[in-house]
């Protein structure tokens, strides 16, 4: 089964979408998590001024919509459910140490990181006017 390329909903609210019963569905949208931390290193994980993907939301959706492939593994499996990836958005707006927080398997743990690490330089994030790292969380549904 040859892999097919799919178009995510990325929305910073779930956004309900109907597409063909035997089209998978992929959508994603950040989660944030605060947490304190005395380490100037350390990435916030909630700012005044959070990243973001250069273009907005819409240059997203375009850039899963070209890049996430469903697994044939997960689909052939019926594997579906979301993958919560967690990165680093960088002072520079790199993408590092990107890994998965819970996984699905099938292959989509591998497909979400290999297309978040293959994302543009994001616009940083901003705490008190200063450019800082943030870390952030996106979760990415796979759905059948």
């Known amino acids: ?4 390329h799919l178009l995510p909903c990325i ?3 779930s956004i309900s979408v109907a597409h063909a019963q ?3 569905i992929i959508t994603a949208e950040p989660v944030v998590i605060p947490e304190a931390s005395s380490d100037p290193n350390e990435p916030f994980t909630m700012v005044e001024e959070m990243p973001s993907f ?9 850039h899963f919509a070209t890049h996430v492939k469903y697994p044939d593994e997960a689909s052939e499996s019926g594997i579906h459910g979301a993958v919560y990836v967690t990165f680093i958005v960088e ?3 790199r993408i590092s140490d990107v890994k998965v927080l819970r996984g ?5 743990d591998e497909e979400a990181v290999r297309v978040v690490n293959g994302m543009p330089n994001w616009i ?3 705490q008190n006017g200063k450019i800082v790292r943030v870390r952030y969380n996106l979760p990415i549904r796979y759905a059948l």
Do not use: S, W, Y
């Open 54 to 62: 250069p273009g907005g939301e819409q240059a997203m959706f375009k």
């Open 22 to 24: 035997d089209e998978p």
């Open 91 to 93: 002072r520079d707006g």
């Open 124 to 126: 940083p994030g901003k």
């Open 11 to 13: 929305a910073l609210f």
């Open 104 to 108: 699905i398997g099938g292959g989509c």
């Open 1 to 4: 089964m040859k892999l097919r």
